[in-house]
């Protein structure tokens, strides 16, 4: 398909994966600038706010619903680390071959659900491979993708590195030496970081009130979750919805 920016913001519930055949322009995802060409491949998770800066792009959109791809192997370990982009000239062609046939069996009378299943499979496998050629090869320590995964699921409502160590069942030592080795920083960091993404996108995305965001992020009281806003992202909430608007067109 192609598309063009149309400057509006969008949150999906499903997967989407654009592989460019020709042009060049941007996407913003989660309020972070990505280029797009056609030597990278952008993969957006479920969820997160994406919006098109500008460029004209002739390409694929390839929107797959969370419960297909949940049933690959594949799936869990490039699940967590969206968007992943990746920037090689070697692993976009050969994604964009793979993703091409994927969409020719998508586009038949019949399309075979096992064949779409496999294709799919190979664009993960080479998408993880091209992000982790990006990080240098490195495998992360399987405590700390555990603790990722937990944050993923539960930031709502734990907020500590203790909660997470009890349902772990690692001591926070253990949890802080695997996530400072695999991400330089430390486990209180990663919860509150994607606590304050989620935050950014409800006042980047929504219309609900600040104290409305503050109880679905699990804060207590209003004045606690602007406080944590401010200290995390070094912004006000309020100066920071203003600011992400979009103008309003006449």
């Known amino acids: 398909m192609r598309f063009g920016a149309d400057g509006r913001q969008h949150r ?3 997967h989407v994966l654009t592989v460019v055949a020709e042009g060049a322009g941007r996407r913003e995802v989660d ?34 619903a969370d419960e297909f791809l949940a049933s690959l192997p594949a799936a869990d370990g490039i699940g967590v680390r969206q968007p992943v982009s990746v920037a090689d000239p070697e692993a976009a062609a050969a994604i964009r071959a793979v993703a091409g046939e994927l969409a020719r069996e998508h586009d038949r009378e019949v399309p075979s659900r096992m064949v779409l299943q496999l294709l799919l499979r190979a664009v993960l496998v080479l998408l993880e491979r091209g992000a982790a050629a990006a990080a ?5 320590d399987p405590v700390a993708a555990r603790f990722r995964r937990e944050v993923e699921r539960r930031f709502t409502e734990l907020h500590t590195v203790a909660e997470y160590a009890q349902v772990l069942g690692h001591s926070i030592r253990t949890i802080s030496r695997a996530v400072a080795q695999a991400n330089s920083t430390s486990p209180k960091q990663l919860i509150d970081r994607r606590i304050a993404l989620e935050a950014q996108r409800l006042l980047g995305y929504t219309d609900l009130p600040v104290a409305r965001i503050a109880e679905r992020l699990g804060f207590t009281e209003a004045t606690n979750f602007s406080r944590f806003f401010q200290r995390t992202t070094g912004i006000s909430a309020t100066r920071f919805r203003t600011e992400r608007r979009p103008p309003v067109r006449r």
């Open 136 to 140: 240098d090869g490195g495998v992360e």
């Open 12 to 14: 999906v519930d499903f």
């Open 31 to 64: 309020f972070e600038d990505f280029p797009l060409d056609r030597d990278r491949v952008l993969w957006v998770r479920p969820g997160q706010v994406q919006r098109f800066e500008d460029g004209d792009l002739d390409g694929l959109h390839l929107l797959v």
